[in-house]
């Protein structure tokens, strides 16, 4: 019992973590203001590894190098606490190889997770408080991957699906990288 709760809080913490550094790579992609309270709370969270990896990997126009970094080493660090967790020793030195690969798609997982739970609360809000402050935020985020869908869709006389199909292929790609993931290192 104490063990599946150590788990679960890793899981959490880690999980949240890792969010909040995709959630700085796409602040940065799509240009977003700096000095919004959210992406104010993003950086401040992320700061103490982002800076002294920018000193090695600056960024580009539209990536954030430090910040994708950031990401893959808080999922890399994850999966060695869960395996310790787990087995209540390290990983022998043979894993650590296949988790530094699974770490990619632990990475992948986390991306598509907040494009999942973004464009959920976008659809939410929406219906029930489409003025709420974060909003525009959200809109801003969503809005590069939620317009491509939008060109292709017929229009449907004012209902917006849009935001349905975006769940929908985050959620097959999801389950491809989960199945890619267990057929490769078993995680």
């Known amino acids: 019992m104490p063990g599946e ?5 890793i899981e959490i913490s880690f999980t949240i973590l890792g969010a909040a550094f995709l959630a700085r790579m796409w602040l940065h992609a799509i240009r977003f203001h700096p000095f919004n309270p ?3 709370l993003i950086f401040r969270a992320t700061e103490w590894l982002c800076k002294p990896l920018r000193s090695v990997l600056p960024s580009t126009r539209s990536i954030d190098l430090a910040s994708l970094l950031g990401a893959y080493l808080v999922a890399f660090i994850y ?7 787990a087995t209540l020793s390290l990983p022998p030195a043979q894993m650590i190889g296949p988790a530094m690969g699974a770490a990619i798609f632990t990475t992948a997982r986390w ?3 907040l494009v999942i739970w973004l464009t959920l609360i976008q659809a939410i809000l929406s219906w029930v408080n489409p003025m709420a402050p974060v909003m525009p935020v959200l809109r801003t985020l969503t809005a590069p991957l939620l317009e491509p869908i939008r060109r292709i869709l017929p229009n449907f006389g004012g209902i917006d699906l849009s935001p349905l199909v975006l769940l929908i292929l985050a959620q097959i790609a999801m389950m491809v990288l989960n199945r890619i993931s267990f057929t490769l290192f078993g995680v």
């Not at 709760?5 to 809080?9: K, P, S």
């Not at 999966?79 to 967790?85: G, K, N, P, S």
């Open 79 to 85: 999966l060695i606490l869960m395996w310790t967790v």
């Open 111 to 113: 991306m598509l997770n």
């Open 5 to 9: 709760i150590l788990q679960f809080l």
């Open 38 to 40: 959210f992406s104010q």
